[in-house]
């Protein structure tokens, strides 16, 4: 039926917000305001001393974390940024050394071994994952390659049972940046218990958030001890341990990367209700996608069996030869269906044509500018340049579209309302091609 398009002037599906998204309620204002008033913020001391590993709700979180993740433990940090810089300092990683990692990511997945003084080499993305590609990865090992840093980006996993075998053969470290994929699984695993460490965020965009923290979980007692010093001053600390100083640990260099108290009880408060948050997404995506499907242009996302996405972003794939425009007015004309979010009503609607850049356009590479960037072998400087990725760029600059629009709070009738934008546009589609 041909409606006048929004982006034309016709009248839009929707002009009433969506709902926001807010998961912090009266029990998470309770359970801060209970801290505030013990007048304990934060018990950590940088010294060898109880308080070494933080106040009662650092650790009771920790507990708890480790149980749901299925891991052997779990340490809190500021933020996923912290713990990405913690895991590759745990890892050992440094000068002369190249880590793996995905370019289609938040910049902290890459930055991070460059803190370390390692190099990051960025490696192509599988075009239906959009996580690293295995086969693109083994070409890029070699004597210098020390580690792999997989992003299970969106919610959905990366080929980890084929990563695993790599890393194995090549003795390579992987770290797992699970900041999208909470309670995510890969082949009946959960994400971040498959690799040597997991890095999980709580930032206010995330799945559950205290505002800014992340957790790194590990079911290596030595890595999990070298995390808990990167995190508390290792250096004022190493040297009153009880048990016999290694020199390897000797050589760390600890940060202030500890989560406050607060911010640990309200964690604690939210982490029994991650489980049915992420089923309400999933059910808000299933809801969704019974409607999107039949838009011959958009690809579903593709969940192998086994696994479970739990949709930080749902994305969709577009193809332009059977859309007949391009990808950017067939999300602008959506967005002009719509309105935008409580809460984040400055962002605009939430949907995106393409994801962050890809990283290796970040200035940061191409200037050079950093010494570690700078002193880059020809291997991980040929990974900076534009067509070393192509299937990152392509998923970046023409095929991937995601949004946020099933979020929990959505209703049946939100909802509808989201898949009726996809609809009449792509109904009317012919009307953008002028
Ligand atoms: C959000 C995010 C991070 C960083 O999380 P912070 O807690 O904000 O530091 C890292 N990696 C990915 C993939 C993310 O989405």
């Known amino acids: 039926m041909a409606k006048e398009l929004a982006i034309f002037g016709g009248e839009p599906v929707r002009t009433e917000p969506f709902p926001g998204y807010n998961v912090i309620g009266q029990k998470e204002i309770d359970a801060a305001t209970a801290v505030m008033e013990s007048g304990v913020l934060s018990r950590y001391l940088g010294t060898w001393h109880e308080d070494f590993l933080g106040g009662p709700k650092v650790r009771l979180l920790e507990e708890k974390w480790a149980q749901m993740f299925d891991v052997a433990h779990s340490v809190s940090m500021n933020s996923a940024t912290s713990g990405l810089y913690a895991a590759c300092a745990a890892a050992g990683f440094g000068p002369d050394d190249e880590v793996i990692v995905s370019p289609y990511t938040m910049s902290a997945s890459a930055v991070a071994p460059v803190v370390n003084g390692a190099t990051p080499v960025f490696c192509d993305i599988d075009p ?13 090992i070699n004597a210098k390659t020390k580690g792999i840093i997989v992003v299970h980006i969106f919610g959905g996993s990366a080929d980890m049972d084929a990563i695993m075998s790599l890393a194995q053969k090549h003795k390579l470290t992987v770290i797992e940046d699970c900041a999208q994929a909470p309670l995510g699984e890969c082949n009946g695993r959960k994400v971040g218990s498959i690799g040597h460490m997991g890095v999980f965020s709580l930032n206010y965009h995330k799945h559950i958030h205290c505002g800014e923290g992340g957790v790194v979980v590990t079911n290596s007692d030595e890595l999990a001890q070298r995390l808990r010093l990167v995190r508390n001053h290792s250096e004022a600390v190493v040297d009153r341990m009880p048990t016999h100083i290694d020199e390897k640990l000797s050589g760390i260099v600890g940060y202030n990367f500890r989560l406050g108290e607060i911010e640990a009880a309200i964690t604690l408060s939210l982490l029994d209700r991650l489980p049915a948050l992420i089923e309400e997404r999933i059910e808000n995506v299933h809801f969704l996608e019974k409607k999107l499907r039949d838009i011959p242009f958009l690809t579903m996302p593709e969940v192998r069996e086994g696994d479970t996405h739990c949709y930080y972003l749902h994305p969709l794939k577009f193809d332009q030869k059977v859309a007949g425009v391009d990808r950017e007015q067939y999300v602008a004309a959506v967005k002009a269906e719509l309105t935008p979010s409580e809460l984040r009503m400055h962002e605009g609607v939430l949907i995106g044509a393409g994801y962050v850049r890809p990283l290796y356009k970040q200035s940061f590479y191409r200037s050079k500018m950093h010494p570690v960037i700078q002193g880059a072998s020809e291997q991980a400087e040929t990974t900076y340049l534009d067509q070393s990725c192509p299937n990152c760029e392509e998923a970046h600059y023409s095929t991937v579209i995601t949004h946020e629009l099933m979020r929990p709070g959505m209703s049946e009738n939100d909802l ?19």
Request: charged residues 30%; hydrophobic residues 45%; negative net charge.
């Open 128 to 140: 239906d994952s959009w996580c690293l590609c295995p086969t693109a990865l083994e070409r890029l």
């Open 416 to 434: 509808d309302d989201v898949a009726s934008a996809f609809l009449k546009v792509a109904e009317n589609i012919k009307d953008l091609v002028k």
